[in-house]
């Protein structure tokens, strides 16, 4: 109850100096819309009022913490006293600037670590909602997503339950380390006595090497076959959920009691996956290359010459230079029955340390977005069943998520389509 109160004092405290990260945050929107589908880094992350969350299409940063936390509020109303607190300091976090004046005794209202004038850093915050808050806790069932599943096990998953789902995901992401540090630490305690944490991970994308694409822990460039997030129609068509999708047809306002206001999010399906990296390392290297089927070095098919050649399955129909079995085409076959799957991909490596063991703990933080989880990730994930780098992967944890849509403007909050 204490902690409770403490929440609605510190959320009250957000509202009245929240309108310091305005000017910032909307002058900045919409310009920073197109750079985001460059991810030219200088660029990246500034828009924060938008129709669409930031941190779906853009390359993924160096730096990121994904967050899943369970709601400990009393009712809708302090529900949606979190999610417009949690829209504050993101929009705050975003534009940076000097925190507001603490009292001469209290707590410095920020943590200082990134200094007295904090840069915005380019930081990303997606927020999104798992299929829990839509139970009985604050009278949302009629308003849950079609679509927002809870997370299955899938064949090999060795899921552990704190590693698992949470009623809101929160991905925070930027080059710098402390900069993704510092908007937990703040997020952490602005949501404090309502939003407990779940379980979080910390992740990192590499810099190319030497070019083209990022590569993962297994030592392959992972994302290149990815759709093209540039293209707003093809986005609209794989990843961003329309009112079609949530309630059925096009409605001039979305009627109380249905999903509507989730168009214009996305659904994430977020899996932890160990590497198991000592394993992995003890394979030769053809044997990597027919399990995954491309080159290591180049990240080319293994048809092909270049990283971004597109494999002739045609060409080879029983799997002589791409086994069937290997990742890509097992993932992605290409067959006109399989366009319908195809998802938006963004991997991040983490490492842990090592384990009780003394092995290397480390692996791939995945991520798809998508407009429906059963047709796109689920029928992927399906495919994948015993393909042979099953036994050099470990999936522990995850959930899925509905990505909110974004924030549209300064008297907007994330989630309201959904809560009010
Ligand atoms: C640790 C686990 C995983 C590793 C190491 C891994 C690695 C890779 C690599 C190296 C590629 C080729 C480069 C690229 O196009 O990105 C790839 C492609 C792909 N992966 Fe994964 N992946 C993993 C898990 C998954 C999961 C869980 C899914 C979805 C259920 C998935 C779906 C795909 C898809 C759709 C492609 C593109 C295939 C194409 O269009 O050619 N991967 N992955």
Same mark, same amino acid.
């Given at each position: 109850m204490t902690g409770r109160r403490a929440f609605l004092r510190g959320a009250l405290a957000a509202g009245a100096t929240g309108a310091a990260g305005l000017a910032a945050g909307?002058?900045?929107?919409?310009?920073?819309?197109?750079?985001?589908?460059?991810?030219?880094?200088?660029?990246?992350?500034?828009?924060?009022?938008?129709?669409?969350?930031?941190?779906?299409?853009?390359?993924?940063?160096r730096r990121t913490i994904v967050a899943s936390f369970d709601v400990i509020?009393?009712?809708?109303?302090?529900?949606?006293?979190?999610?417009?607190?949690?829209?504050?300091?993101?929009?705050?976090?975003?534009?940076?600037?000097?925190?507001?004046?603490?009292?001469?005794?209290?707590?410095?209202?920020?943590?200082?670590?990134?200094?007295?004038d904090a840069p915005?850093?380019?930081?990303?915050v997606t927020v999104g909602a798992g299929a829990s808050l839509f139970d009985d806790r604050f009278g949302l069932a009629a308003r849950k997503?079609?679509?927002?599943?809870?997370?299955?096990?899938?064949? *090999?998953?060795?899921l552990e339950a704190g590693w698992c789902h949470g009623d809101l995901s929160v991905q925070l992401s930027a080059d710098d380390e402390d900069t993704v540090v510092h908007a937990l630490r703040d997020i952490t305690r602005h949501s404090r006595g309502a939003a407990q944490l779940r379980w979080r991970i910390s992740g990192f994308s590499s810099p190319p090497r030497?070019?083209?694409?990022?590569?993962?822990?297994?030592?392959?460039?992972?994302?290149?076959?990815?759709?093209?997030?540039?293209?707003?129609?093809?986005?609209?068509?794989?990843?961003?959920?329309?009112?079609?999708?949530?309630?059925?047809?096009?409605?001039? *306002?979305?009627?109380?009691?249905?999903?509507?206001g989730a168009a214009g999010g996305t659904y994430a399906a977020i899996r932890l996956i160990r590497m198991l990296v000592e394993f992995w390392d003890r394979v030769g290297l053809p044997e990597?290359?027919?399990?995954?089927?491309?080159?290591?070095?180049?990240?080319?098919?293994?048809?092909?010459?270049?990283?971004?050649?597109?494999?002739?399955?045609?060409?080879?129909?029983?799997?002589?230079?791409?086994?069937?079995?290997?990742?890509?085409r097992r993932a992605n076959p290409r067959t006109p029955g399989s366009a319908g799957s195809r998802i938006l991909r963004r991997a991040f490596n983490y490492d842990r340390g090592m384990d009780g063991a003394g092995d290397l703990d480390m692996g791939l933080i995945f991520t798809a977005y998508q407009r429906d989880l059963r047709?796109?990730?689920?029928?992927?994930?399906?495919?994948?069943?015993?393909?042979?780098?099953t036994d050099y992967v470990r999936p522990f944890g995850g959930g899925y998520f509905l990505v909110f849509p974004g924030v549209r403007d300064a008297s907007d909050f994330l989630g309201r389509g959904l809560i009010t």
């Open positions: 909307s002058a900045a929107g919409s310009a920073a819309k197109g750079a985001a589908h460059t991810g030219a880094p200088a660029a990246r992350g500034r828009a924060f009022h938008g129709e669409h969350q930031a941190g779906v299409l853009e390359a993924p940063a509020a009393d009712g809708r109303a302090e529900l949606t006293e979190l999610l417009r607190a949690l829209t504050e300091r993101a929009r705050i976090l975003t534009s940076g600037g000097p925190p507001e004046e603490a009292g001469i005794a209290a707590p410095p209202a920020d943590s200082g670590v990134l200094g007295p915005g850093a380019g930081l990303m997503p079609p679509g927002l599943l809870r997370m299955r096990t899938f064949p *090999h998953d060795a030497p070019g083209g694409t990022p590569r993962n822990l297994m030592g392959f460039k992972d994302g290149t076959a990815n759709p093209d997030a540039s293209d707003a129609r093809e986005m609209d068509r794989l990843v961003w959920l329309s009112e079609r999708d949530l309630c059925g047809g096009t409605t001039p *306002h979305a009627p109380a009691d249905r999903p509507c990597q290359e027919q399990m995954l089927g491309r080159a290591r070095d180049t990240g080319a098919p293994l048809d092909g010459v270049h990283e971004t050649d597109e494999p002739r399955y045609a060409e080879d129909p029983v799997g002589e230079v791409i086994p069937l079995t290997s990742h890509i047709r796109q990730f689920e029928a992927v994930q399906d495919r994948l069943a015993d393909e042979p780098l």
